[in-house]
């Protein structure tokens, strides 16, 4: 059974930052690829950034570039979205996803609130 847990939302200010992280159990961590998304109120769930099972490979969203980095720790089977220079269009509830040959595991999800 693969569990997914998100921790590390919050309430800060525009400008400021923070560092989502998502801690990985069950299965092989280093043998999946690695995704945040975000789901803001009244709006579908969109992707962020992803990395891929090797850490090699890295992408993000339009909206996200320059501002956010995903990284994952093997060692520690966790991945992590630092976040930089915060919106208030960032707000929502961001999700930690795993992905290994067409499975998908997702966590419950973190609150972070931007606030203006």
């Known amino acids: 059974q693969v569990r997914l847990v998100e921790s590390g939302g919050g309430l800060v200010q525009a400008g400021d930052s923070l560092r989502l992280s998502c801690a990985v159990s069950?299965?092989?961590?280093?043998?999946?690829?690695v995704a945040w998304f975000r789901q803001a109120p009244g709006k579908e769930r969109e992707f962020v950034a992803v990395?891929?099972?090797?850490?090699?490979?890295?992408n993000y969203a339009d909206f996200v570039k320059g501002r956010f980095a995903i990284s994952r720790d093997n060692a520690k089977n966790t991945v992590y979205l630092q976040m930089n220079s915060l919106k208030p269009e960032d707000t929502g509830v961001y999700y930690c996803?795993?992905?290994?040959?067409?499975?998908?595991?997702w966590g419950q999800g973190t609150q972070v609130t931007v606030s203006s």
């Open positions: 069950g299965g092989i961590f280093s043998t999946y690829a």
């Open positions: 990395r891929s099972w090797n850490g090699y490979n890295s």
């Open positions: 996803r795993a992905d290994q040959l067409g499975s998908e595991y």
